[in-house]
């Protein structure tokens, strides 16, 4: 299994911030699907203001680039992301088109250490 964190701002705006997490309420069952198919077994995502903070659990097997050359080729996907840039901004360092960027762990703590 492997983790992956990843974050992303939204535009500083209360009523986007609502619209985007009511929709987050309810995932299109496509979108949703494409997640599953693409060996992610849970996603959550956690809102500070306006910074995200999402965390995948993937398979083994996960493939960060083959998700996204699979999501270009679902219209739904590809139309739900459209619609979540209308609230999304990028990161200041992020290139253009860049939405969520990898975070890089810096600690861990676990009574296994």
């Not at 009523?15 to 987050?24: D, G, K, S, T, V």
Request: negative net charge; contains cysteine.
């Amino acid at each position: 299994m492997k983790r992956y964190c990843l974050a992303l701002d939204l535009k500083d705006d209360p009523a986007l911030i609502e619209q985007y997490e009511a929709h987050h309420r309810q995932v299109w069952p496509e979108v949703r699907q494409s997640i599953l198919d693409a060996g992610i077994s849970e996603l959550e995502i956690y809102r500070v203001r306006n910074r995200l903070f999402m965390i995948l659990e993937t398979s083994d097997s996960f493939s960060p680039e083959e998700k996204a050359r699979k999501d270009l080729e679902n219209p739904r996907v590809v139309e739900w992301e459209t619609l979540m840039w209308t609230f999304q901004k990028p990161l200041p360092w992020a290139a253009e088109g860049e939405k969520w960027q990898l975070m890089d762990k810096i600690c861990e703590i676990s009574d296994e250490q």
